[in-house]
T-cell receptor, first 116, second 117 residues
Framework: DADVTQTPRNRITKTGKRIMLECSQTKGHDRMYWYRQDPGLGLRLIYYSFDVKDINKGEISDGYSVSRQAQAKFSLSLESAIPNQTALYFC???????????????FGQGTRLTVV | AQKVTQAQTEISVVEKEDVTLDCVYETRDTTYYLFWYKQPPSGELVFLIRRNSFDEQNEISGRYSWNFQKSTSSFNFTITASQVVDSAVYFCALSEWQKSSGDKLTFGTGTRLAVRP
């Protein structure tokens, strides 16, 4: 089983619908992230969380919300999906080193979301 | 301003050629970390290396090598004797700590490498 699991893997939804992307991890990491990938734009950070009570906006948080239900679960919601939210979404986790800094991030396999 | 710049959008080489992927970063953090990730056509993101800002030694791992130059804020990645299996998108990333946002991991836009047989 994958250490970082995203569900669903693919989703087509209509404009205006609410959709939730889920992420769970078995690595025991404190830190979790949501990124979106668009061609030519790389990976852009949507939200990140250092623990259950610590959630931070990334560079493109408008139109998205998150919930850290437990250390192992971090969900991303699109309250009212729009076509320009069509993208590949990645969840990631990382740990902390002895200085409290990010170690390498481990990524889920991605969720391909299409908003029509 | 871009925190991580990968100016090369696409590179195409013939197998066995050496290729260098450039990464330039910008940060005010004195202790920061740099990463490289590989995204093969299958889509997953594969971690390659993590380097902290105090360690300027170059690193070699098989056909891969990394050149970290603090003076030019660059962390370049070289593949020696490239192979078709090296074809992928390669991302450089920066982890920096900011008072307002904590420890944030920011990616560049990626370089697509195509290795032709």
């Amino acid at each position: 089983d994958a250490d970082v699991t995203q569900t669903p893997r693919n989703r087509i939804t209509k404009t205006g619908k609410r959709i939730m992307l889920e992420c769970s991890q078995t690595k025991g990491h404190d830190r979790m992230y949501w990124y979106r990938q668009d061609p030519g734009l790389g990976l852009r950070l949507i939200y990140y969380s250092f623990d259950v009570k610590d959630i931070n906006k990334g560079e493109i948080s408008d139109g998205y919300s998150v919930s850290r239900q437990a250390q192992a679960k971090f969900s991303l919601s699109l309250e009212s999906a729009i076509p320009n939210q069509t993208a590949l979404y990645f969840c990631a986790t990382s740990s902390r080193d002895s200085l409290g800094r990010n170690t390498e991030a481990f990524f889920g396999q991605g969720t391909r979301l299409t908003v029509v | 301003a871009q925190k991580v710049t990968q100016a090369q959008t696409e590179i195409s080489v013939v197998e066995k050629e050496d290729v260098t992927l450039d990464c330039v970063y910008e940060t005010r953090d004195t202790t920061y970390y740099l990463f490289w990730y590989k995204q093969p056509p299958s889509g997953e993101l594969v971690f390659l290396i993590r380097r902290n800002s105090f360690d300027e030694q170059n690193e070699i791992s098989g056909r891969y090598s990394w050149n970290f130059q603090k003076s030019t804020s660059s962390f370049n990645f070289t593949i020696t004797a490239s192979q078709v299996v090296d074809s992928a998108v390669y991302f450089c990333a920066l982890s920096e700590w900011q008072k307002s946002s904590g420890d944030k991991l920011t990616f560049g836009t990626g370089t697509r490498l195509a290795v032709r047989p």
